[in-house]
């Protein structure tokens, strides 16, 4: 028997689960959300002891990925709350953003939903004070008062469906909108009804990236919005763009569709630019200047996942082709160039894609070799250029282009 009255309209897939427990405590007649939390912790006491204590008094607070140490109790805090609203099983773990082994660029963390990676730095109010705006379509809460998960998203800034801006404040007090703080899902604070909220059109990029996010375009010769790249391939790619050309989340959607547009001709006119002026920028023979030093964290940025998938990113891809074009166009000679400098293991690991401690035997056998002397018995570290990388790239063309991650024999 349930112990609590489950919202008449079921949980939405595309609803976030503090929407949903706000429709719980609006259909148990609670006057807040903590309420509805200790009513359910006396419950789960009974229950289970252990359980109950990982399900969290603040709404925003509950997710699982906030779990710092408990996050397998606050699964099972969840399962034993879709018994106690009489729910089919993991209706709401479907809602849940979970956590994620995945590491995006530069080893960022991630979240979990529906068999898509998302990084943890892009979804809203993902700090412990919760003071971020989360930002509403004023049309579609008149269809339906319910708050999309979508709308977490920072670089989300506008209604696929309806085409208009999303609103992060109150058209009436000017005060931040946020659900979660003010634990109401159609008003203000002020009592100002969002559904009520005038809409503005919205950027007609802003309105592509935001409708093919997750679905992709089967139209669209842009790999971002391409059908056959996958939701967390599209992720991966706007945080590389954030990280490379725009530091501030929200203008992702406004640039990141058109850079992409013109992809890889838009890269590769930058690389080119570092490339021509590389000797001006030389304090040394290029034998003996780090790849780093020129190019900067170039190649450790282009891992865009770990651990990857089946296929390789296609930044990693248009990467690896420039590269081994600059090999080609600079022959060896007398005068080191441009192909001649060095690159470190951490990098190697990542153009023969492959680990750290492959690449450590590939120099313990002698197929890599290092530019300068190295001390005895110390291992080299992960992060000085080191290996020239004119020899990482010829040694994995040797293999062929289909071969993937695997130089020497396990034994």
């Known amino acids: 028997m349930a112990f609590l009255f489950s919202p008449k309209a079921r949980a939405f897939s595309d609803e976030s689960l503090e929407s949903y427990l706000l429709r719980v405590v609006a259909e148990n007649f609670f006057d807040s959300y903590q309420q509805l939390s200790l009513a359910i912790r006396e419950e789960l006491h009974e229950l289970d002891f252990e359980a109950h204590g990982a399900f969290p008094i603040e709404l925003k607070r509950l997710n699982v990925y906030h779990a710092?140490?408990?996050?397998?109790?606050?699964?099972?805090?969840?399962?034993?709350?879709?018994?106690?609203?009489?729910?089919?099983?993991?209706?709401?773990q479907k809602l849940a953003l979970l956590r994620s082994n995945r590491r995006f660029v530069g080893g960022m963390s991630a979240v979990h939903r529906n068999g898509v990676d998302i990084p943890?730095?892009?979804?809203?109010?993902?700090?412990?004070?919760?003071?971020?705006?989360?930002?509403?379509?004023?049309?579609?809460?008149?269809?339906?008062?319910?708050?999309r998960q979508v709308w977490h998203l920072k670089p989300v800034n506008a209604c696929a469906k309806h085409e208009c801006e999303l609103i992060d404040h109150c058209?009436?007090?000017?005060?931040?909108?946020?659900?979660i703080e003010n634990e109401s899902i159609a008003h203000c604070s002020c009592g100002f009804e969002y559904a009520t909220a005038p809409s503005v059109k919205a950027d007609s990029q802003a309105v592509v990236l935001s409708r093919s996010l997750f679905e992709g375009d089967a139209l669209s010769n842009n790999p971002l919005l391409f059908m056959g790249t996958s939701a967390t391939q599209r992720f991966a790619a706007l945080l590389w763009y954030q990280k490379r050309h725009a530091r501030n989340t929200e203008c992702i959607a406004y640039r990141a569709v058109g850079y992409f547009e013109d992809w890889p001709t838009s890269f590769y006119r930058e690389l080119d630019a570092v490339t021509t002026g590389a000797e001006a920028r030389l304090i040394d023979l290029f034998n003996r200047t780090s790849f780093r030093s020129i190019y900067g964290e170039l190649i450790l940025d282009s891992q865009c996942l770990l651990p990857e998938e089946k296929e390789p990113h296609f930044i990693y891809l248009a990467l690896m082709e420039y590269i081994s074009k600059i090999v080609e166009s600079h022959p060896k000679s007398k005068k080191p160039n441009v192909?001649?400098?060095?690159?470190?293991?951490?990098?190697?690991?990542?153009?023969?894609?492959?680990?750290?401690?492959?690449?450590?035997?590939?120099?313990?056998?002698?197929?890599?070799?290092?530019?300068f002397k190295q001390k005895i018995r110390t291992r080299i570290s992960p992060h000085i250029g080191v290996f020239y990388l004119r020899q990482v790239i010829e040694y994995k063309a040797s293999f062929g282009n289909d071969k993937q991650g695997m130089y020497l024999s396990a034994w």
């Open 68 to 92: 710092k140490h408990n996050s397998h109790f606050r699964m099972r805090a969840l399962s034993l709350l879709e018994s106690l609203l009489d729910l089919p099983p993991h209706e709401l």
């Open 120 to 147: 943890l730095s892009f979804i809203r109010c993902a700090d412990e004070d919760g003071i971020e705006s989360l930002p509403i379509c004023p049309q579609c809460l008149k269809e339906e008062p319910y708050n």
């Open 171 to 179: 058209p009436d007090c000017q005060q931040p909108i946020n659900y």
């Open 339 to 371: 192909a001649d400098m060095l690159v470190s293991v951490a990098e190697t690991a990542v153009l023969l894609s492959t680990t750290h401690e492959q690449v450590y035997r590939l120099y313990q056998d002698g197929v890599l070799i290092a530019g």
